[in-house]
């Protein structure tokens, strides 16, 4: 099964693209996690922080796998919504919801809620899919809808320790994975005017940022 069947980057060769296969794409991610799938998003809900009540966007939702892991840890009073520019993978996602999960069709860079609407922000996997110019201004996005505060964390892919695997994988990804996922983060996310609270790995390829909107808000 080919990257071209899930992937849009060949379109762009800035490294933007969607993904539009919602099963195919399920399928590679149970096999590309060897098992380990639900244990891996688990930890990313609890990195999170998200909690009873809480609100909760999900940037870059895809077939809503995380929303889903989140939603129950929300409860009742609390509600998740995934924003996605894929129709294909929030039909899916809307499919498999619970009550207190909801989506929107928009993109990272531009997102079609208030300011200070949200609790915490999430995005797993999705800034490598974004054009390589947008991504700064998706992560302020972020900030903009993340309530004074709040609480981010964003997921990313991070290179293989060997260097075999790492070459391949920048084959496979092309210009979406360069530079690093750790290393860009390490730019955007305090650009943005986020704190960053902690980083680390989850897995053998899974870095995250931990970081929370400041009560006081640069001028």
């Known amino acids: 099964m080919g990257m071209k069947l899930l992937h849009g980057h060949s379109r762009h060769k800035d490294g933007g693209g969607t993904i539009d296969h919602p099963r195919a794409y399920e399928i590679m991610a149970e096999v590309g996690f060897a098992g380990r799938r639900r244990r891996v998003f688990t930890r990313l809900a609890a990195l999170s922080g ?3 009540g809480d609100q909760v966007l999900d940037v870059g ?6 929303t889903r892991i989140l939603a129950s840890l929300v409860g009742t009073d ?3 919504t995934g924003v996605d520019p894929s129709h294909p993978m929030l039909d899916h996602a809307r499919r498999r919801a619970p009550g207190n999960c909801s989506y929107q069709v928009g993109e990272g860079q531009a997102l079609p809620f208030p300011n200070a609407t949200f609790d915490v922000v ?3 996997f999705a800034v490598h899919h974004m054009p390589t110019a947008a991504r700064g201004g998706a992560v302020r996005e972020m900030f903009r809808v993340l309530r004074p505060g ?3 964390l964003i997921a990313e892919f991070r290179p293989p320790a060997n260097p075999l695997a790492a070459r391949l994988v920048g084959v496979l990804a092309g210009p979406a994975m360069r530079p690093s996922m750790p290393d860009l983060l390490a730019a955007l996310v305090p650009d ?5 609270e902690d980083t680390g790995e989850v897995g ?3 870095y995250y940022v931990n970081a929370i909107r400041p009560l006081e808000t640069r001028s």
């Open 50 to 52: 998200a909690g009873p």
């Open 61 to 66: 939702c895809g077939t809503g796998y995380l």
């Open 78 to 80: 609390g509600r998740v």
């Open 122 to 124: 999430v995005s797993s």
């Open 150 to 152: 709040g609480r981010l």
């Open 192 to 196: 943005a005017g986020f704190r960053i």
């Open 204 to 206: 053998p390829v899974l």
